[in-house]
């Protein structure tokens, strides 16, 4: 991947008090059909940091403070975790074949086309409401847990205790993710606190992410949405409620309805300078005549696109990488996993099961 994984995610709208996020009934249901929850080892409360970390949330959140210390003491030290956050070994290759099977095969297709078609008029009203096309909601449920198939066993306060106090010094941005991962932390006793759930029923991955669409707390308080009208957000159980917040998500980060997310791009040897194109990375940089001045050829409505592109890269493997031009709404994209082949993978199963529904 040319990013690593990361939900941090600016201010945007706030979660209105009446759809709190009931996580710890709906989790308690959904637990009943995954794996149990993975067990943690020695019990944050014996550490100190942890505790002044507690106060300080109470004292800036207005939180009971005995509720956030015995919170955060409950919480254990997940040991694998950390080590699971390192990068990996530099010059590892990256091949995009090999990541795109992990997720476009026939049992995820066949997933998807079961859920686009029990949940049709939801994702129909969403697409009308967001202008997210329902395949890009699609895709991206599938990436990322199945249709609600592989949610997580971690217990998210374990994982999120576990990264803000024990976050690897070896990782070359320590101190960027620790701090993430306390706004995160802090994000979801915010919320638990405002419920009458137990906040250590939740499960999730191993970053912390829950429900069928893996977000975050922060983007839970963020972006999720009481989208069947039953009165609470339900990540876990409400298909609806998933495909609402998915939308709202996009929204919230600029995706323009009816604009396509990527165009094939080819060059012209003769005048390609690729490090002009590959500088920004995955961020929209060119218009399409700077980007044909620097050897990309594109044709029809790419030439006639008005906006701002990139050159998106997948390599793969021994053989040669592949290219595409990547638009505003493939940028969009990447703000759910900052990576190139995450977006590519979410478009493309989308298509796939698309495809498959109109067979």
Known sequence: ????LSHALPAAVALMAFCAYPIGASAQ???EKRATAVRGGVPYATRDDAMRF???VASRRNLDRDWVRATIGGARLLSNVPRLMLPGPKGSPKNWNVYRSRFIDPVRIAAGV????ANADTLARAEAEFGVPAEIVVGIIGVETIYGRNMGSFRVIDALATLSFDFPQEHPRAAERRAFFRGELESFLSTESRTAEDPMVPLGSYAGAMGMPQFMPSSIAKYAIDYDGDGKVDLVNSPADVIGSVANY???FGWQPGMPSIFPVRFDTARLNMPVLMAPDILPSFSADSFVAAGAV???EALKYPGLLALIELQ???DAPIYVAGTRNFYVITRYNWSSYYAMSVLDLGHEVKAAMEQ
């Open 1 to 4: 991947m040319r990013r690593l």
């Open 316 to 318: 793969n493997g021994p």
């Open 250 to 252: 996009f929204k919230g």
């Open 114 to 117: 079961r859920f686009w078609r």
């Open 298 to 300: 594109l044709e029809g």
């Open 29 to 31: 249901k959904a637990s």
């Open 54 to 56: 507690a106060d300080d």
